[in-house]
C-alpha cells in the first residue's frame, strides 16, 4: 500500500504537469481543442490524489504503523476521532490533506456555473495555472514530505499524538484553514487567466462565491483557533500574537481587503488591476503561512520544524510574484479602456478603499513583526523577537478604525456625500452615547474606549438600516455583509476589554482556603487524582460563590499523557456574557496543595458569538451565475 500510495501521487504530478504544459501549448497556438481533455486530465490527478488520501486514512484507523507517518501521530490508546484526525497532525499529512483540498476544489469549481461563464482562452489559462500550483504541491509530497514512508520493521507502538491537538476544536481547526488557503488558489488563477487573455468581463465576479467561501473557512478556522489557544493552553488568552497564529491572519487580512475591493470593481468597474494583484497575494500570503509553519525560519509552540520544504515554498512564492507582475504587465493592454476613476473619499468606495489600505497595513505590521527576528539579523548578532505589547500598541487602534469606518460607511454615497442624514444622526449619537456610557462606566483606556464606541456605533448602524431598508433584510440583497458587519462590532467589544481589562491573580492554596478576585470568592475544596492506562489526572475542585450566591464549580486539571513526560493544563471557565472566570491548575504537591491561576475575562465570550456570526452570515451573499452560451 505505501508503493500504491505514492505512485499514484506521483502520477497525480505527471497528469498536472502534462494539462499545465498543453494549456500553455493550446495558449501560444491559439489552438483549444484539447481543453476537455486537460479537464479530464485534472480529474484523474484528483482520484489518484483521492487514492492516497484513503490509504492514509485506512492505515490510521487500523493503526498500522508500518507508516511511518501513522506510528509518528497515533497509538493503541488514542480515540478513534483523534486517530483520524491525526491525518492533518504532522507536516506531509498537513500537506497531503491541502492537495487534496486544492484537486476537489477544482473539480468542484470547473462544474459550476462560474467556470462555464468563463471564455475558453480564459479556461485555458486558468488550468495552465491551477495545474501548475498542484504540481508544486505533490512535488512536495513526492519528494521531501512523503507521507508513505514504510517503517522497516513496524514498530510495535506508536508515538501518540500531541496532547496539545486532542481537543475538540483541532478536530475542525486545520481542515477550515486548509480550506481557506486551497480556496483561494483559484480566484488568484482567475485573476492571472482573465488578465492574461484580456477576459471582457471581471474575473472577480466568477471568483465571487469561491472568495466568500475560502473567506468564511479561513475565518472559521482562525476563530476556532483562537478558542483552541483559549482553553487548551492555559495562559488566560486567545491571541498571543505568536507567528503560527500570525501566519493565519496575514491572508485574512488580504483577502478582506480584497473583498471590499472587488465590490468597487462589480459597481463601478475600477480597480481591475488592483484587485488581480490582491488576489494573487492572498494566495501567496497563504503559501507564506505555510512557510512560516514548516520552514523553521521562526520559533512557534505549532511550528514543524525544518522539513526541506522551506527552500521550495520560499521559491514558489517569489516565482508566483514574477509571473503576477508579468501577468499583469503583459495584460495590460487589454484594459487600457476599463480604467475608470474612483469616486471622492466621502463616498463608498473612499471608505472601501481605506479600508482596503487599512486591512494590507495591519497584515504589513504583523508580516514584519513576525520576521523581525530574522529581519533584526541584519544588524544584530542577538536579534529579538517583537512581543504582545507592540503589536497591541499598533493594530488594536488600526482595527477600533476599521470598525469605526464599518460604521459611517453604509450611510455615504456610490458617488459623493452622506446618503442618509437621519441615518447619519442615528450612527454619530451611538458613537458618542456609547463612548459616554463607557467612560462612566470606568473605562479610561482610549483605545478601548473609542473601540468600545466604535462598535456600538457599528451595532447601531446595522440597527437602523435593518428597519429602515428593506434590501439590507433580504437574503438576496446585503443582509450577509451588514450581518458581518454586526460580528465584528461583538468581536470588537471583546477584544477591546478582554485583553485590556483582564484581572489575573495567583495563588497557592490548601484544602478549605479561599482567594478574592473581581468580586468572586474562590474556595479550594479538594484535589482528586485519577489514573487510566492513557493519562493521569490531577483535578482540583473549587467553589465559586459572588456576592454570598453559589456561582457554579471549577475543576482545571493537569494531565500527564501517556509517552509524553511534560504535563498539560485544561482549563476550567464558568461562562459569562460579561465576567467570565478562567482557571488553570499549575501545579500540585503530596499534601493537596494547589498552585493555581485565576482569570477574570470581561466579555470575552463576544469574541466566539460575534466570529460566529461572522463566519455564518457571508453564506447570505452567496449568488448563482449563469454559464455562458457556447
Known sequence: MHVTAYFSLLAAM??????????????????????????????????????SSTILTVALWRRDFSFVYVAEYTDTLLPLFYTLTAFWAGQAGSLLFWMLV??????????????????????HAYWMFFLTVEAFFLLLLTGPTNPFLEAVPPVPEGRGLNPL?????????????????AGFTIPACLALAAWLVGERASFAAAARNTTILSWIFLSAGIILGAWWSYMELGWGGYWA???????????????TAFLHTSIVERRTKALAKTNVALAVVTFVTCILGTYLVRSGVVESL????????????????????????????AGAPFFSDRTKPLAGLMSVPGFLVVLAWLMLALSAVVFLGTLWPVISKLWSANPVGLDAGFYNRVCLPLFALATALVAFCPLLSWSEGVRDKAGLGVTVGAFVGGGVMLYSLGIRLPVALFAGAAAIAAMG??????????????PAGALGAYSVHLGLALVTLGVAFSGPY????????????????????????????????AMSISRAIIDVARDGKPVGVLTPERRIYTGFDQ????????????????????????KKAASLKISVNPLVNWVWIGGTLMCLAPFFSLRRLRPRAE
Open 14 to 51: 505527471m497528469l498536472c504537469l502534462a494539462g499545465a504544459v498543453a494549456a500553455l501549448y493550446g495558449l501560444w497556438k491559439r489552438d483549444y481543442g484539447r481543453l476537455a481533455l486537460i479537464e479530464r486530465g485534472h480529474g484523474l490527478a484528483t482520484v489518484a490524489v483521492v487514492l
Open 102 to 123: 486544492i484537486a476537489l476544489c477544482g473539480v468542484i469549481f470547473a462544474v459550476s456555473p462560474a467556470y462555464k461563464s468563463l471564455g475558453v482562452a480564459t479556461r
Open 165 to 181: 491537538l486532542r481537543n475538540p476544536g483541532m478536530i475542525f481547526h486545520p481542515p477550515l484553514l486548509f480550506l481557506g488557503y
Open 241 to 255: 500574537w505568536d507567528p503560527v497564529e500570525n501566519a493565519s491572519l496575514i491572508p485574512w487580512l488580504v483577502s
Open 302 to 329: 505549532h511550528a514543524f520544524g525544518e522539513g526541506g520544504v522551506g527552500g521550495p515554498l520560499l521559491l514558489f512564492m517569489l516565482f508566483t510574484l514574477v509571473v503576477m507582475v508579468a501577468v499583469l504587465v
Open 461 to 474: 448602524t446595522v440597527c437602523y438600516v435593518f428597519i429602515r431598508q428593506r434590501h439590507a433584510r433580504s
Open 502 to 533: 483582564q484581572i489575573n491573580q495567583e495563588a497557592v492554596l490548601t484544602p478549605g482556603r479561599t482567594m478574592e478576585i473581581g468580586g468572586f470568592t474562590l474556595t479550594y475544596k479538594d484535589l482528586e487524582l485519577e489514573r487510566n492506562p
Open 567 to 590: 504535563p498539560f493544563a485544561e482549563v476550567s471557565t464558568i461562562p459569562s456574557l460579561g465576567d467570565e472566570l478562567y482557571a488553570t491548575l499549575v501545579n500540585t504537591t503530596d
